[in-house]
């Protein structure tokens, strides 16, 4: 068992709220997985820069003169630390040159995810808890999925909580098991993705990231992954203007939507949504097996 | 009337007050306000109470029913009325996968749509639904009758026993050992005054069809030992 949260907004006037807004949703579902939580908000535009969000179990020797080191190292940089969590912000055509060199200057360091706008939370510990180190209230953004987890198929540690994120501005939280995961974990890796854990549910980020990498929209990603993932899912993907969701055929994890002409919310429970604005007006309903939702903020416009 | 506002009085004393009803009691209609996907509202009545909930709720609202008669004027989570004796529950709106299921009786209505796996391993409750309903329903039921007025999902009554399936829509599939049947006199008898108590406007019980268990898979077939 698992929570999934998830908030897609449509009124520009509700974006300095989402952090608030995805925060209690988060924390209404700790009962349904109390052992790590994570977020990912997307911030919006980024105008040229792009950000890394990095962890580590030894966060004041790791970011203590990191913004130095990358800035002597050619890649200026602005580093700012949030507990165990540091985002990097730097220019979009420096982000594959400042991942290099972080593998050289901070080898333990961990990247929880790097892209335009995304910037991913998540650590062992109550929801409430991890909401609160990492200030996430304060957060203002278009859009962010977050994660409960009760662990069942890996390890109960910062790298196996969701979201797992495995290209630029992607991630995934995922509420089920997978079967099928060692086995399409080999075929990713000979296509030449990386992994940092042996969790079912990176395999299923890292699968929508190589089938986006081929020229899938996400949409198109999700319906094949209704073909070549085994198991029990309901996923809630983010991309950097677009949310999707989608449940396997037998449908038995939970899942409730909710729309208004102001947002679109996911929640594991109807509990989880009833502090949105407007909710007693929300159209909702329970998200179809094997049937994939997604929402665009550029096909949109 | 005792009201139970459930955005700050504890749902345990709810339902220690159902629970706790003699026989003969004359406060016997309870309002739930505030039910915010509560889950486990109004859960093992067992004397003949009246209980509003005025929202939506999580899992198990009125399981194990015993007499009550439970509203929901809202949308009801999974497993709504979950073994329900008897009584009547009502959902004003949809319901989420396994209503009614392990019913042994009375009468469940939902008025909106009703999931997945409705009324699975029904054992004599009657269920109907305004709307449709999802895949695997009335998987191993029983005994007891579901109606539906709209449509029903993939594999309907998979496994059936002897719990009778109406459906006045589309059938996407039917499960293994489900087959249509003919709808006698005595079934349109029990449609009619089913439709009736459970308040269905404009459905005639000609409209709909008859399913049930062809009843292959009941005993042990020497043909199929090699599948086993």
Redesign the interface.
């Known amino acids: 068992m698992c929570g999934i949260v998830g908030l897609f907004l449509k009124d520009p006037s509700l974006e300095p709220e989402l952090g608030a807004l995805l925060s209690d949703m988060l924390i209404t579902m700790t009962d349904r997985g109390p052992d790590s939580a994570g977020i990912a908000i997307y911030g919006g535009a980024s105008n040229g820069k792009a950000k890394i969000t990095v962890q580590s179990a030894r966060p004041e020797a790791d970011f203590d003169g990191l913004e130095a080191a990358l800035t002597q190292a050619g890649l200026p940089v602005s580093l700012t630390v949030k507990s165990t969590h540091a985002v990097i912000a730097c220019a979009a055509d420096a982000l594959g040159a400042v991942r290099e060199a972080l593998t050289k200057l901070r080898p333990d360091v961990r990247v929880m995810g790097s892209g335009e706008s995304v910037e991913i939370y998540k650590e062992t510990g109550l929801p409430k808890d991890v909401v609160s180190r990492f200030d996430v209230r304060s957060m203002s953004g278009t859009h962010g999925i977050g994660h409960t987890r009760m662990a069942t198929e890996s390890a109960v540690t910062t790298l196996g909580a969701h979201p797992f994120s495995t290209g630029a501005d992607q991630c995934l939280v995922h509420n089920g098991s997978l079967s099928n995961h060692n086995n399409l974990r080999r075929e990713l890796v000979r296509e030449g993705m990386r992994f940092e854990t042996q969790n079912d549910s990176e395999v299923a980020a890292a699968y929508l990231t190589a089938e986006m990498a081929k020229g899938k929209d996400l949409g198109e990603a999700l319906t094949g992954a209704l073909d070549d993932l085994d198991g029990f899912f309901t996923f809630v993907v983010g991309t950097r203007s677009g949310f999707g969701v989608v449940r396997d055929p037998i449908a038995c994890k939970p899942a409730v939507m909710a729309e208004t002409d102001r947002y679109v919310a996911f929640g594991s429970e109807y509990r989880a949504l009833v502090n949105l604005p407007g909710i007693e007006e929300a159209r909702v309903w329970e998200p179809e097996p094997a049937t994939v939702y997604f929402w665009d903020h550029e096909k949109a416009a | 009337m005792p009201v139970f506002d459930l955005s700050n009085t504890p749902l345990r004393a709810l339902n220690g007050a159902l629970h706790g009803l003699s026989t003969g009691a004359n406060d016997t209609e309870f309002e739930v306000v505030n039910p ?3 889950h486990a509202v109004a859960v093992g009545i067992d004397s003949p109470v009246t209980v509003d909930v005025r929202g ?1 709720v ?2 198990y609202c009125a399981g194990m029913n015993d007499g009550g008669t439970v509203t929901v004027h809202g ?1 009801a ?2 497993g709504v009325a979950e073994n329900m004796m008897s009584g009547t529950v009502v959902i004003e709106g ?1 319901a ?2 396994y209503a009614g299921a392990t019913g042994r009786g009375g009468l469940l209505v939902i008025k909106g749509n009703a ?2 796996r409705c009324g699975i391993s029904m054992k004599g409750i009657d269920i109907v639904v305004h709307g449709s309903i ?2 695997m329903s009335a998987f191993m039921g029983q005994s007891g009758h579901l109606v539906v007025c709209g449509d029903a999902g993939d594999a309907l009554g998979d496994s059936l026993y002897e719990a009778k399936l109406f459906v006045r829509g589309s059938v996407k599939s039917l499960g293994a050992d489900c087959i249509e049947k003919e709808m006698r006199p005595e079934h349109l008898e029990k449609l009619a005054a089913l439709l009736e108590k459970a308040g269905v406007p404009h459905a005639r019980p000609e409209e709909f069809k008859r399913y049930g268990s062809a009843r292959k898979l009941y005993n042990f077939n020497i043909d199929n030992a090699d599948a086993y």
């Open positions: 915010r996907g509560h939506s999580g899992y949308s989570g999974p949809d989420s996968q999931a997945s999802g895949h």
